[in-house]
């Protein structure tokens, strides 16, 4: 207890633990909050029994701005497009016997009206050129039946929230444990500890209490200003939250552990922040911090798919929209274990007193 209060102490200190757990993300909160994210994609299902070789069709595979799905089940689709998450309408095209040779059905949700507008437009310009190309007197090759579903709005900030709570974990867990034990290291502390009857575990157990309650705090803050001042959804209140904060603690732990791995590892401060990035940089931008890891090649969505952050983002999520329990989330957790037995194995490897 008492390494774990000099611990806290040193971290409500350290402008860069300041920084990197409460400012920047609460910073990327704000500005991505109110530009509404980056680059406009729709999210279409493609229906099971969707004729796919027909014209129109096509046209709307090579359209950019429409992100066809094809690898969800019927039931996916429908739940996805009530919350419209990750899921703005549903297409079923159906070849017709009578006069107009296709008729495409499409499914939107008020959940997704934004996304659902961008479609309609983009549909209209389609059928309009495939009903007019090369004919003066142009038939019909193709009408529009449309439907809306009601469904509960998916905001950005519900999916850009989860995501800085990632990031301010990530940073707090590999940077701040990094420099903190080399320091300690260098400085010749940990030496001193060790001739003393202080234990290894102690030590770490006294350093990550510390930073869990420094991180809790942080968590607590950027959940409250989401959702207070940007309309963050906490599905069940206070149950919630507490929910959110058990997995930033699971999280904190697993990435806690690469940075006692850097600290044994790097020979002096400089070497640090390049080690650390090695880990950081590519969870930050494949695990579904920014933007959805759906809108990643195949190939580049399998190497988020292994990334300790992608199910913690994953199942913060999961807590604060869907309003899963942690029993709900298992597989993320399964993962997030299984990434704490490796990293710690290797963390008691490396470790040194001096």
């Known amino acids: 207890m008492a390494i774990a209060v000099a611990s806290f102490r040193s971290i409500i200190r350290s402008p860069s ?24 994609s729709v999210e279409v299902g493609v229906a099971k029994t969707c004729d796919t070789i027909n014209p129109v069709y096509q046209v709307l595979k090579k359209t950019g701005v ?70 003066p007197n142009p038939q019909p090759v193709a009408e529009i039946k449309a439907t809306t579903i009601k469904g509960r709005e998916y905001k950005y900030i519900d999916f850009l929230l989860p995501g800085m709570l990632g990031f301010s974990l990530l940073s707090s867990g590999v940077f701040g444990t990094a420099f903190v034990f080399l320091s300690l290291r260098l400085t010749l502390v940990i030496k001193r500890f060790f001739a003393t009857p202080v234990k ?21 803050f950027i959940i409250l200003v989401g959702h207070y001042f940007f309309g963050f959804t906490l599905i069940h209140g206070i149950t919630t939250v507490a929910n959110m904060l058990i997995l930033s603690a699971l999280g904190l732990i697993v990435f806690m552990g690469f940075g006692f791995i850097i600290s044994g590892i790097a020979k002096n401060d400089s070497s640090v922040p390049p080690l650390s990035n090695i880990i950081t940089m590519p969870q930050f931008l494949l695990s579904g911090t920014f933007f959805a890891t759906t809108a990643f090649p195949t190939w580049l969505q399998g ?7 992608t199910y913690l983002n994953k199942a913060m999520r999961d807590v604060a929209f869907e ?21 710690y194995a290797v963390a008691v490897k490396t470790f040194k007193w001096e």
């Open 66 to 135: 429409v992100h066809l799905i094809k690898d969800q089940s019927t039931a996916d689709m429908a739940s996805n497009l009530s919350k419209g998450r990750g899921m703005d309408a549903i297409i079923n095209i159906q070849k017709n016997e009578g006069r107009t040779p296709y008729t495409l059905h499409v499914q939107y949700t008020n959940a997704s009206e934004q996304k659902g507008s961008i479609l309609k437009s983009l549909l209209n310009s389609i059928f309009y050129q495939i009903n007019s190309m090369g004919n």
């Open 200 to 220: 290894k575990y102690s030590i770490v157990l006294g350093e990550a209490l510390a930073r869990l309650v420094f991180s809790w705090i942080g968590a607590l």
């Open 17 to 40: 633990a300041v920084v990197f757990s409460l400012a920047f993300p609460l910073i990327f909160i704000v500005v991505f909050a109110n530009i509404g994210g980056s680059a406009v």
């Open 323 to 343: 309003g899963a329990g942690l029993g709900d989330v298992t597989k993320d957790l399964v993962v997030l274990g299984i990434w704490f037995i490796i990293v």
């Open 303 to 309: 190497l988020s798919n292994i990334l300790p952050l």
